[in-house]
């Protein structure tokens, strides 16, 4: 089994540095064209499933790699980011409010990789498939990386997560993933 995990594209908050949790922000032009070169990089990379957070921009990034495969999307709340509370489209302009987000953030985490672990549990639980994509948010798919790889949730702050970016996991024998391709977005290029 292969499970391959993709940042949502770019949107105006990224750009502006502004925390987007799970406010439910657009691609933006140039977050189109990076899921769309994203979707031909991985046009021949096989793919059986599709899961996906319902908030705009994942979703939407999902839409365009499938574009390539047609499979079935399964959409779901439980992968959506974190909410940032008060944060939530603030920029973080002076390092008295940036250490306030993060120990905010560090407070949200266990319950938001709580939510994420049950998800994986149930996908890994209830999948036939060999070659599952999940399209997702910086902070989730940090959850999934430390779900997959068995990481200590305070261990999280070693993964980067660029927008489009594609970590790719391996199961082994011994029923453990490995990582085989980490935080990869040559495509962008």
Not at 8 to 23: A, C, I, L
Not at 89 to 108: C, H, P, S, W
Not at 118 to 142: C, K, W
Request: a negative charge; aromatic letters at 8%.
């Amino acid at each position: 089994m292969k499970i391959t995990t993709i940042r949502h594209g770019e949107t105006d908050w990224n750009v502006q540095k502004r925390p987007q949790g799970s406010v439910d922000i657009e691609l933006n032009e140039n977050g189109i064209k990076q899921a769309m070169r994203l979707a031909e990089r991985l046009a021949a990379q096989p793919c059986d499933v599709i899961y996906t957070s319902d908030l705009k921009r994942a979703k939407k990034t999902a839409e365009i790699i499938n574009n390539h495969h047609g499979k079935a999307m399964i959409t779901s709340p439980n992968l959506r980011e974190s909410g940032f509370g008060k944060f939530e489209g603030q920029i973080l302009k002076d390092t008295e409010m940036y250490n306030a987000f993060v120990a905010f953030m560090d407070e949200r985490a266990p319950a938001h990789f709580a939510k994420v672990y049950a998800y994986m549990d149930e996908i890994l639980q209830n999948n036939p498939h060999e070659h599952i994509f999940i399209v997702s948010h910086f902070g989730t798919i940090r959850a999934v990386i430390c779900y997959l790889l068995q990481t200590p949730i305070e261990d999280r702050g070693l993964y980067h997560i660029g927008n489009t970016a594609i970590h790719t996991f391996e199961k082994e024998d011994d029923g453990g993933f490995r990582m085989i391709l980490e935080n990869d977005f040559r495509h962008l290029k």
